[in-house]
C-alpha cells in the first residue's frame, strides 16, 4: 500500500500542445507501467465520473486549518521549479508537468528555472531527508504527527486566499525509491497541488485512493483534472452550485478527453 499525503494550508496572509507520446516518453521501459496503461479502465459512466470529482474535488485527506466545503484551483498560470541535484528526476518531472498540460484543456502548467516565479515547488530529496524536509516546511510537532499517522513516501500541500484560489503549492518527493515510485508520487503529488487534495478509499479508478498506483496520468483522472479546470467551475463554489453546471461542463470534458486519448 502506498502511503502518500496530501496536506491542506491556509495562507498566513488574507489568506500547445504538447504529443501525445508524453506519456510513453515518462513510462519507457518501466513494467509495472506499462502493465496498467494495458489494463487501463477507460470507460466511465456520467455517475461514475461525477461521484469521483465531487469525492476528490471537496474535502481534504489532511488539512491543518480552514473550511474543505469549496472548490479549490488555480486562477492563474502554474509555474513549477524543480530543488534537487538530480538531473535525471528533474527530467522525469518535466516530462510529467508537460503530459499534464498536453492532457488538461484549460490549464496553463509549465516548468520555469526561476524560483521567485514559480508557485509549485517540488522539492526532490533523498528518502533519508524525508522528514526533515516535512519538519522544515510544517515544522517538528506536525511532522512526527504525519509520520506516526501515514508515513508518507511523498507529500503536498498547497497554500489558498479567502476566494478559494490557491496561491502556492509545496511537493515534496523522495529521489532514491525507484522510477515506479517516483513517477506515482510525481502524478498524484502534482495533480493534487493543483486541487483536488481528498483521498478516497471508495473510488477505485482514480490515483487519489491510496490502494491504486498508476504511475501515469490515467484516462479516469484526466477526466477529474478537466472538470475542475473547466471554467465553469470556480474556486470558492459549493457542491449545489457545481452540480448546476456539471453537465454542460461534463459534456465538454468528454469530448476532449475522447480527442487527446484516441477513444472510440
Known amino acids: 500500500m502506498r502511503h502518500y499525503i496530501s496536506i491542506l494550508l491556509l495562507a498566513a496572509a488574507a489568506l500547445a500542445a504538447v504529443d501525445a507520446a508524453v506519456t510513453s516518453a515518462v513510462a519507457a521501459e518501466i513494467p509495472a507501467i506499462t502493465s496498467r496503461q494495458r489494463s487501463e479502465k477507460k470507460v466511465f459512466t456520467d455517475t461514475e465520473i461525477v461521484e469521483g470529482f465531487l469525492k476528490t474535488a471537496f474535502g481534504a485527506e489532511y488539512h491543518l486549518a480552514g473550511r474543505v466545503d469549496r472548490i479549490r484551483k488555480y486562477d492563474s498560470p502554474v509555474r513549477v521549479f524543480a530543488d534537487g541535484s538530480r538531473a535525471d528526476r528533474k ?35 533523498r528518502d533519508h531527508d524525508l522528514y526533515h524536509t516535512i519538519a522544515t516546511f510544517y515544522g517538528r510537532e506536525r511532522a512526527k504527527e504525519i509520520r506516526t499517522s501515514l508515513d508518507p513516501q511523498c507529500l503536498s500541500g498547497f497554500r489558498k486566499n479567502d476566494n478559494y484560489e490557491i496561491e502556492h503549492s509545496d511537493v515534496i518527493l523522495t529521489v532514491d525509491n525507484g522510477d515506479f515510485v517516483f513517477l506515482d508520487c510525481a502524478y498524484e503529488e502534482l495533480l493534487q497541488s493543483l486541487g483536488p487534495i481528498n483521498d478516497t478509499a471508495t473510488v477505485p479508478w482514480t490515483m487519489f485512493n491510496d490502494s491504486v498506483s498508476m504511475g501515469f496520468f490515467d484516462v479516469y483522472d484526466q477526466y477529474l483534472l478537466n472538470l475542475l ?14 452540480k448546476a453546471v456539471l453537465p454542460d461542463a461534463l459534456a465538454d470534458v468528454r469530448a476532449w478527453v475522447k480527442k487527446v486519448n484516441h477513444l472510440e
Open 91 to 125: 527530467a522525469q518531472l518535466a516530462k510529467v508537468v508537460a503530459d499534464i498540460r498536453a492532457k488538461v484543456q484549460h490549464l496553463d502548467i509549465a516548468m520555469t528555472e526561476d524560483n521567485g516565479t514559480a508557485n509549485v515547488l517540488v522539492k526532490l530529496v
Open 229 to 242: 479546470y473547466d471554467p465553469r467551475i470556480k474556486a470558492g463554489m459549493t457542491v449545489q452550485e457545481v
